[in-house]
C-alpha cells in the first residue's frame, strides 16, 4: 500500500494537469517569421496571409530603404535641372553651352567618379554583414584618396574643355561659352571625391534617410543660390556654376560632418592603413568605373551628335528640355 501511494498521487497530478486548458502559443505567425528571418509555409498558406504577412511588410522594407535613395538621386538630378531652368531664362545660347557642359564633360567626369566610388559599396556592404564596421572607415578614406587623384587626371579635360568642343564639332560661341563655364565648375568636381564615399558609407549601414534630408535641403539652397547669382548679381551663367559648386561642396562636407560626427563605429579616424592595398582597390574600382560609365555616357553621345545639327543651339535647348522631362521617372525606377 505504501508503494502504490505515490502511484496515485501521481496519476492524480497527470490527470488534473491533462484536464486544464492548453497553453497558448508563444508567438503569432508573423513573429515567428519574424524571428527566423524567413517566412514560414504557414504564413502565406493563403493569399490574404501571402499579402498581410509577406507582400506587405516586404513592400515597407523596401520602401524605407529604396525611398530615401531615390529622393536622394532625384534632388541630386534636380541640381542640374534647376541650374538649366534658370539658365534657360537667360537665353538659348546660355541654355545650350550650359547643356552641352553638363551632359558631355561633367557627365564623362560624373560617371568615371561614379563608377570608381562604386567599388566602396561592395566592400563596405560585405564589412557590414560581416560585422566588420570598424573597417567602413579604411575603406572611407581609401576610396576618397583614389578619386581625388581621379579628380587630378580628369582636371585638364575641364580646363582645355573649350577646344575640344571645337574639336568634336559643336560651334566655336557654344563651345567658348560651355567651356567657360565647365572651369568654373572645377570645385564642383573635387567635391565628389567627399560625397561618393561618405555616401556609399552611409547606404551600407542603411543610414539613407540622412541622405534625402541633406539633399532635399541643399536642393532647396541651390535653388536660393541660383536666384542670388543669376538675377539679383546678375552674373548669369558665371554665376549658375558657382552655384553648382556650393551645392557640391555643401552636400558633401554635410555628409562628412554626419560620418565623422554620428557614426562612431564606423569612423574611428584617419588611418594610415588607408594606404595599404591601394593598388588592388583601384583594380576593383577601374572595373565599376568602366561598367558604370558605358551606361551613363550614352546621353553624352546624343548631345554630341545632336551639335552638329544645322542649327544645333534650338536643337541642343530642346534636347535639354526633353532629357529633364524624361530622366527624373527613370531615376525613381533605378533606385
Not at 165 to 178: F, H, N, P, T, W
Request: glycine share 8%; charged share 10%; hydrophobic share 50%.
Amino acid at each position: 500500500m505504501q508503494s502504490t501511494t505515490p502511484l496515485l498521487q501521481l496519476n492524480n497530478g497527470s490527470s488534473s494537469s491533462s484536464s486544464s486548458p492548453l497553453p497558448a502559443p508563444a508567438a503569432p505567425q508573423e513573429a515567428e517569421a519574424e524571428a527566423e528571418g524567413d517566412y514560414s509555409p504557414a504564413v502565406s498558406r493563403t493569399f490574404k496571409d501571402f499579402m498581410k504577412f509577406v507582400f506587405w511588410k516586404e513592400t515597407v522594407k523596401l520602401w524605407k530603404i529604396g525611398g530615401p535613395i531615390a529622393i536622394t538621386l532625384l534632388c541630386q538630378y534636380g541640381t542640374n535641372t534647376l541650374t538649366s531652368i534658370f539658365v534657360g531664362h537667360l537665353g538659348n545660347l546660355q541654355l545650350s553651352a550650359v547643356s552641352v557642359s553638363l551632359s558631355v564633360i561633367m557627365t564623362f567626369a560624373f560617371g568615371f567618379l561614379l563608377g570608381m566610388g562604386s567599388a566602396l559599396e561592395t566592400l563596405c556592404g560585405q564589412a557590414f554583414g560581416a560585422g566588420q564596421v570598424h573597417m567602413l572607415g579604411v575603406y572611407l578614406q581609401r576610396s576618397a584618396i583614389i578619386l581625388f587623384v581621379s579628380c587630378v587626371v580628369l582636371l585638364p579635360i575641364y580646363i582645355f574643355s573649350a577646344p575640344i568642343l571645337k574639336v568634336i564639332g559643336q560651334e566655336d560661341d557654344l563651345s567658348d561659352l560651355a567651356g567657360k563655364f565647365t572651369i568654373v565648375g572645377i570645385p564642383n568636381l573635387f567635391s565628389l571625391a567627399i560625397y561618393f564615399p561618405t555616401q556609399k558609407f552611409l547606404q551600407a549601414q542603411r543610414k539613407v534617410g540622412v541622405l534625402a534630408c541633406i539633399a532635399f535641403a541643399t536642393l532647396l539652397l541651390h535653388a536660393f543660390w541660383l536666384w542670388l547669382f543669376i538675377y539679383k548679381l546678375g552674373w548669369g551663367a558665371t554665376g549658375a556654376a558657382i552655384a553648382l559648386d556650393l551645392t557640391g561642396w555643401s552636400t558633401a562636407l554635410a555628409q562628412a560632418v554626419y560620418v565623422m560626427g554620428w557614426c562612431k563605429e564606423g569612423w574611428r579616424g584617419f588611418s594610415w592603413a588607408a594606404f595599404k592595398d591601394i593598388w588592388s582597390f583601384v583594380t576593383l574600382s577601374l572595373a565599376s568605373a568602366v561598367m558604370l560609365c558605358l551606361e551613363l555616357w550614352y546621353m553624352m553621345s546624343i548631345v554630341i551628335l545632336t551639335g552638329h545639327l544645322s542649327n544645333a543651339v534650338i536643337a541642343v535647348g530642346a534636347l535639354t528640355i526633353w532629357s529633364v522631362i524624361h530622366h527624373h521617372p527613370n531615376h525613381c525606377y533605378i533606385n
